[in-house]
T-cell receptor, first 112, second 115 residues
Framework: AQSVAQPEDQVNVAEGNPLTVKCTYSVSGNPYLFWYVQYPNRGLQFLLKYITGDNLVKGSYGFEAEFNKSQTSFHLKKPSALVSDSALYFCAVRDPGDKLIFGTGTRLQVFP | SQTIHQWPATLVQPVGSPLSLECTVEGTSNPNLYWYRQAAGRGLQLLFYSVGIGQISSEVPQNLSASRPQDRQFILSSKKLLLSDSGFYLC??????????????FGEGSRLTVL
């Protein structure tokens, strides 16, 4: 069975500093991995995905994520955080042909 | 381009009243459609999904039901709301069959408060 874990409920970072939001997964085959962002009272917005190929995936708003097969991780990163990046971030995984499974979310707070 | 619309955006209903939330997708055909509920601004609970007209799969036994009367229309309903039905309801779509790229695309959500 597939599963995804986001070990941090909240991540705090100062504006201008690099940020990392952690995600680990468990699937039976080769995973499809995703990151979404949710601003207050809004729907989820797709940020980036890994299907195959280069382990470093670049997405919207300057975010990127690194697929690490040996550590079964797909951490979200950004070199320099903005206050406007403050939001709820969801990692998701799916086995091809199966449904998308979401993590519990990590709240990112960027302080000026 | 494809778009997804949900309405109403906000709803306040008394306990025991009926519910109807509607979701439509434009710019694509034969999408897979999903209803999620998000409680307390955190985790997502998959309620229903549909791969075609009249085809509904329920993930969790609920006081809710879903219908897909048209290819790009997905409706979430209840005959009698409970307090526990309060939450933020999200509709999502993905390409069906060979056009599926893996990710879901979400609507803006409907916030339901049951009093």
């Amino acid at each position: 069975a597939q599963s995804v874990a986001q070990p941090e409920d909240q991540v705090n970072v100062a504006e201008g500093n690099p940020l990392t939001v952690k995600c680990t997964y468990s699937v039976s085959g080769n995973p499809y991995l995703f990151w979404y962002v949710q601003y207050p009272n809004r729907g989820l917005q797709f940020l980036l995905k890994y299907i195959t190929g280069d382990n470093l995936v670049k997405g919207s708003y300057g975010f990127e994520a690194e697929f690490n097969k040996s550590q079964t991780s797909f951490h979200l990163k950004k070199p320099s955080a903005l206050v406007s990046d403050s939001a709820l971030y969801f990692c998701a995984v799916r086995d091809p042909g199966d449904k998308l499974i979401f993590g519990t979310g990590t709240r990112l707070q960027v302080f000026p | 381009s494809q778009t997804i619309h949900q309405w109403p955006a906000t709803l306040v209903q008394p306990v025991g009243s009926p519910l109807s939330l509607e979701c439509t997708v434009e710019g694509t055909s034969n999408p897979n459609l999903y209803w999620y509920r998000q409680a307390a601004g955190r985790g997502l609970q998959l309620l229903f999904y549909s791969v075609g007209i009249g085809q509904i799969s329920s993930e969790v036994p609920q006081n809710l039901s879903a219908s897909r009367p048209q290819d790009r229309q997905f409706i979430l309903s209840s005959k009698k709301l409970l307090l526990s039905d309060s939450g933020f309801y999200l509709c999502a779509w993905e390409g069906g069959g060979l056009v599926n790229t893996g990710e879901l695309f979400f609507g803006e959500g409907s916030r339901l408060t049951v009093l």
